[in-house]
């Protein structure tokens, strides 16, 4: 079982639209949760970090569950920047260790 | 402020070739990371540097790969002798201590063995 699995898409969404990324990760030990987004042939860029209690950011809301290990980002009136692939991440350890990276979800805002 | 910087960006060798990857992290920034992306797989982790020592190595493949960073500032990664697998995007990240989170990555080296 991969340690950070996700739905790699494509997924096909139309502007304006919400869309839905879930991932699941396998270490219950894990401390620290991500969103990164990278565009292609581009660094990763952290575009939020998650919280158990949930958070938002603008059009962007993570989700946490630990007891299912499971993450999700919700995006809402989508644009056609918004076109990407999606990381998800986590920190299995405590202050600065490497990072678990799922193989991305792949987005495309159609106009 | 200037950001993570990579070099080279490309690099086509031929197998059994040496080649050395540089990055040079945020200025005061003591943790660093190797990181790389083979085609069609999952960014992963190499090592990480707290200045100049390794905290974890864990992520090498093998002892063809050998990573530096003198003075805690810039660090190297050499891989002699590459071989085709070897071929991948190689990202480096710094942050700085105490914080696990914000890596800021640098735009990668993009490595071709061929």
């Known amino acids: 079982r991969k340690e950070v699995e996700q739905d790699p898409g494509p997924f096909n969404v139309p502007e304006g639209a919400t869309v839905a990324f879930n991932c699941t990760y396998s270490?219950?030990?894990?401390?620290?949760f991500f969103w990164y987004r990278q565009d292609c042939r581009k660094e990763p860029k952290l575009l939020m970090s998650?919280?158990?209690s949930g958070n938002e950011d603008g059009r962007f809301t993570a989700q946490l569950n630990r007891a299912s290990q499971y993450i999700s980002l919700l995006i809402r009136d989508s644009k056609l920047s918004d076109s990407a692939t999606y990381l998800c991440v986590v920190n299995s350890g405590g202050g600065a260790d490497g990072l678990t990276f799922g193989k991305g979800t792949h987005l495309i805002i159609q106009p | 402020e200037a950001g993570v910087t990579q070099f080279p960006s490309h690099s086509v060798i031929e197998k059994g070739q040496t080649v050395t990857l540089r990055c040079d992290p945020i200025?005061?920034?003591?943790?660093l990371y190797w990181y790389r992306r083979v085609m069609g797989k999952e960014i992963k982790f190499l090592l990480h540097f707290v200045k100049e020592s390794k905290q974890d190595e864990s992520g090498m493949p093998n002892n063809r790969f050998l990573a530096e960073r003198t003075g805690g500032t810039y660090s190297t990664l050499k891989v002699q002798p590459a071989e085709l697998e070897d071929s991948g995007v190689y990202f480096c990240a710094s942050s700085p201590l105490g914080t696990y989170y914000g890596y800021t990555f640098g735009s990668g080296t993009r490595l071709t063995v061929v």
């Open positions: 998650v919280y158990s």
């Open positions: 200025s005061g920034h003591d943790n």
């Open positions: 270490n219950s030990a894990s401390q620290s």
